[in-house]
């Protein structure tokens, strides 16, 4: 639920969903409650350590009730 909310909020901070489209996670989160952003990428992890940190970093930021999300690349085709 909160991440409909904080996206038609970022939305109506950049006038409308079309100037918002395709924005990055990290600067809605940096704009409208104003905390450090962290962006980490999955796409570089070719080994089960690697996979290993990545994953107890998130459980860490999840521990610490830190706000998260995700996105994809996408295709370009949208």
Known sequence: MWAAIME???????GNYLIAEGGLVE????YLVGI??????TADIT????????Y???VAADAANYLMGTGTA????D
């Open 8 to 14: 038609k909020a970022w939305a109506k901070l950049k």
């Open 27 to 30: 600067n809605g989160l940096h």
């Open 36 to 41: 450090p952003v962290f962006r980490y990428s």
């Open 47 to 54: 080994t089960t350590a690697e996979a290993e940190a990545a």
């Open 56 to 58: 107890d970093l998130l």
């Open 74 to 77: 996408g295709s370009g085709n």
